[in-house]
């Protein structure tokens, strides 16, 4: 049941989140990057990437795969950085498990709930039967009558693999069945403690992006008294793609004092 991960530099433990569709292959540039300083490990979460499939998809469950790893690898604490789901995810650990927590990140993800706003998507991945497709190219094709966005319809894309080449079998990395069904744990609200966190802890977002509005401060501070949220100009929501540069400066700057 071991996470599938990418391990890379020396020094302080880092773990690092995607999102959802994502897996650890997203970060490698700025996992590169950040290695020079730290131990750093990208994980593709359950149901994601290379990691195993399970019809348990919660972020109790993903809390409970980086503590198995954390506690498998002996180590006591991290630095952890999550994006979107990811964010999410790190927030529930940090929740859980704060004593095993240096410093968290978590980029443009707020604690609360989210309504569901990828049935369309989902529904376009679905209704593709990839039985019947015998290229990438075809896949392309079909996707793009129902998915607009270019940067969404390449994202996706990148998780379609050939899971037999000899009968010319394409699949998704990504666990679609159980995604589906399970869609809305994604938006779930995180439980607000009885005291807030005191761990060190910034929230990245986009100024593009709605994910995290200056409404959601107060919550943010319900869950970490001591988070400050930064706004990085330019951006959407996926911050550390768009604006690389200005998002590894203002983390490494965080995790370094």
Known sequence: MNLFYRKSGQGKPLFILHGLFGSSDNWQSLAKKIAENFEVYTFDQRNHGLSFHSSEWNYAAMSKDILQLMDEM??????????????????????????????LVVVDIAPKYYPIHHRQLLDALVELDL??????????????????????????????????????????????????????????????????????????????????KDTDFELIHQLFANASIHTIEGAGHWVQAEKPNEFYTLVFNFLMT
């Not at 999550?82 to 995810?89: D, E, F, L, R, Y």
């Not at 009558?145 to 996706?156: T, V, W």
């Not at 069945?177 to 966190?197: C, H, K, R, T, Y």
Request: charged share 20%; glycine share 6%.
């Open 74 to 103: 002996q180590i006591p604490k991290i630095n952890l950085i999550g994006h979107s789901m990811g964010g999410k995810a790190a927030m529930h650990f940090a929740l859980q498990h704060p004593q095993r927590i240096e410093k």
């Open 131 to 212: 039985s019947k497709i015998s290229s990438r190219k075809e896949a392309e094709t079909q996707l793009a009558l129902k998915i607009s966005n270019q940067g969404e319809l390449q994202f996706i894309l990148k998780n379609l693999y050939w899971k037999d080449t000899a009968t010319n079998q394409l699949a998704w990395r990504f666990n679609l069945p159980v995604i589906n069904s399970a869609i809305e744990i994604v938006g779930e609200a995180q439980q607000i403690p009885d005291m807030p966190l005191q761990l060190p802890c910034i929230f990245v977002r986009g100024e593009k992006s709605n994910y995290i």
